[in-house]
T-cell receptor
Framework: NAGVMQNPRHLVRRRGQEARLRCSPMKGHSHVYWYRQLPEEGLKFMVYLQKENIIDESGMPKERFSAEFPKEGPSILRIQQVVRGDSAAYFC????????????FGNGTRLTVT | EDQVTQSPEALRLQEGESSSLNCSYTVSGLRGLFWYRQDPGKGPEFLFTLYSAGEEKEKERLKATLTKKESFLHITAPKPEDSATYLCAALRGYQKVTFGTGTKLQVIP
C-alpha cells in the first residue's frame, strides 16, 4: 500500500518564479491537507480539500498561494511569484475523511527560494 | 483559538532512562488527540489516537495517556533509535487538526 506521495522532494526557485508542489494521497483517501513547517517551528495548517472542493483555506495566505484537488490526478499547491520567506518544508497529508481518523503524511517538499 | 503546547522543547536521556513528554491543549469539542513521531527530513509518522479521558495506548516502549486537559507520552527504557521529534495534535470538528511544536528527544547510548 503506497503511502502519501509528494514530489518533488526538493525544489529550488528564484524569486519571482512559480512553485508547483504535488501530492498523491493514500489509496482510498479523498481528503487532502497541506501544512507548512519552518525550522524549529510546528506544522502550520494551510488548506483542507476534498475532491474538486476547497473545504477550509483559512491558513493559506490570500495572495500568491492556491490549491486544488481535481477529480483526476494529484493535489497541487501552487505558489506564484515566490519570495525568500516562502522557503520551508511543505507537507501533504491525507485521510479517508469523516469520523476521527488520523492524518497520514508524505515526506514533504523542501522549497528553497534563492 | 485552539492551542496545543508541548513540553519540554528538548529532552536528552541516557539509554534506559524513562521519562514523559507533555502535551496540554485548549480545544473546545476535542474529538481526538494524535501523537506522531518525526525524523529529520521526513514527514510525521502516526503513532496513536486517543479519543477520551482515561484512555491509554501502547506500542513497544511508548505509552500515551489522555486527561481532559493534557496528554502524556511515556517512554520506558528508551533506546537511541527512539531519538526523534514527537508531535501531538488535537482534532476538532470536521477534521481541524492543530499541532504542537514538538519535543525533540535525544537518547544517548
Amino acid at each position: 500500500n503506497a503511502g502519501v506521495m509528494q514530489n518533488p522532494r526538493h525544489l529550488v526557485r528564484r524569486r519571482g518564479q512559480e512553485a508547483r508542489l504535488r501530492c498523491s494521497p493514500m489509496k482510498g483517501h479523498s481528503h487532502v491537507y497541506w501544512y507548512r513547517q519552518l525550522p524549529e517551528e510546528g506544522l502550520k495548517f494551510m488548506v483542507y480539500l476534498q475532491k474538486e472542493n476547497i473545504i477550509d483555506e483559512s491558513g493559506m495566505p490570500k495572495e500568491r498561494f492556491s490549491a486544488e484537488f481535481p477529480k483526476e490526478g494529484p493535489s497541487i499547491l501552487r505558489i506564484q511569484q515566490v519570495v525568500r520567506g516562502d522557503s520551508a518544508a511543505y507537507f501533504c497529508a491525507s485521510s479517508p475523511g469523516g469520523g476521527n481518523s488520523p492524518l497520514h503524511f508524505g515526506n514533504g517538499t523542501r522549497l528553497t527560494v534563492t | 483559538e485552539d492551542q496545543v503546547t508541548q513540553s519540554p522543547e528538548a529532552l536528552r536521556l541516557q539509554e534506559g532512562e524513562s521519562s514523559s513528554l507533555n502535551c496540554s491543549y485548549t480545544v473546545s469539542g476535542l474529538r481526538g488527540l494524535f501523537w506522531y513521531r518525526q525524523d529529520p527530513g521526513k514527514g510525521p509518522e502516526f503513532l496513536f489516537t486517543l479519543y477520551s479521558a482515561g484512555e491509554e495506548k501502547e506500542k513497544e516502549r511508548l505509552k500515551a495517556t489522555l486527561t481532559k486537559k493534557e496528554s502524556f507520552l511515556h517512554i520506558t527504557a528508551p533506546k537511541p533509535e527512539d531519538s526523534a521529534t514527537y508531535l501531538c495534535a488535537a482534532l476538532r470538528g470536521y477534521q481541524k487538526v492543530t499541532f504542537g511544536t514538538g519535543t525533540k528527544l535525544q537518547v544517548i547510548p
